[in-house]
């Protein structure tokens, strides 16, 4: 069955700090991934995708992840996070052979000044 | 351009009545997608449309819930004698084509949070 995991609820980073944002997935073909954004009062804005190529997926707002076939996943990395990236991080795989989108739990972040 | 936008932003309601929720996509997008957020839950898929048929519902959690929508634009999610398990925030969705090019990037709305007393 087609899952997507976000084995963290929150996750604290100093600002200046890299973070990283952990995604795993399960599914029957090839997996199509996507993070997706929500700050406090607004809906959810897109990130970035991986569909194919280069497994190094550049995003909005300085973000990136790499997809990592063997290990199946699909973790969100910035190099130095901002106060302002504190929001709510969500993970989201889709499967042509099961043909559904399916979210993780998602993840706050908390960015410390 | 306008993005997405849904109407209302927040709904209050009485158990076992029922509401009607309204999403309007982005122009030009002939795929529309509902989701629902609840309390320490990530986003769970309800339905999708490519145009105005909906090839997805198995997502709908029950009967009492049904959404259509008219002229490819407007979708409306009703939900029938609603319960306090249906207390969520109803978010919106649209993409320039179908699951079948999921790699189209969804847009979202704001989302509709409903409250059922």
């Known amino acids: 069955a087609q899952s997507v995991a976000q084995p963290e609820d929150q996750v604290n980073v100093a600002e200046g700090n890299p973070l990283t944002v952990k995604c795993t997935y399960s599914?029957?073909?090839?997996?199509?991934l996507f993070w997706y954004v929500q700050y406090p009062n607004r809906g959810l804005q897109f990130l970035l995708k991986?569909?194919?190529?280069?497994?190094l997926v550049k995003g909005s707002y300085g973000f990136e992840a790499e997809f990592n076939k063997s290990q199946t996943s699909f973790h969100l990395k910035k190099p130095s996070a901002l106060v302002s990236d504190s929001a709510l991080y969500f993970c989201?795989?889709?499967?042509?052979?099961?043909?559904?989108?399916?979210f993780g739990k998602g993840t706050r972040l908390h960015i410390l000044p | 351009g306008a993005g997405v936008s849904q109407s209302p932003s927040n709904k209050v309601t009485e158990k076992g009545k029922d509401v009607e929720l309204r999403c309007d996509p982005i122009?030009?997008?002939?795929?529309l997608y509902w989701y629902r957020q609840s309390l320490g839950q990530g986003l769970e898929f309800l339905i999708y449309?490519?145009?105005?048929?909906?090839?997805?519902k198995s997502g709908l959690p029950s009967d009492r819930f049904s959404a259509e929508r008219t002229g490819g634009s407007v979708s409306t999610l009703t939900i029938q004698r609603t319960q306090q398990e249906d207390s969520a925030v109803y978010l919106c969705?649209?993409?320039?084509?179908?699951?079948?090019?999921?790699?189209?990037?969804?847009?979202f709305g704001p989302g509709t949070r409903l409250t059922v007393l």
């Open positions: 449309f490519q145009g105005n048929s909906a090839p997805d």
């Open positions: 122009s030009g997008h002939t795929a």
């Open positions: 989201a795989v889709f499967s042509n052979r099961d043909d559904k989108i399916i």
């Open positions: 991986y569909i194919t190529g280069d497994n």
């Open positions: 599914v029957s073909g090839n997996p199509y």
């Open positions: 969705a649209s993409s320039l084509s179908s699951l079948a090019g999921a790699t189209d990037t969804q847009y």
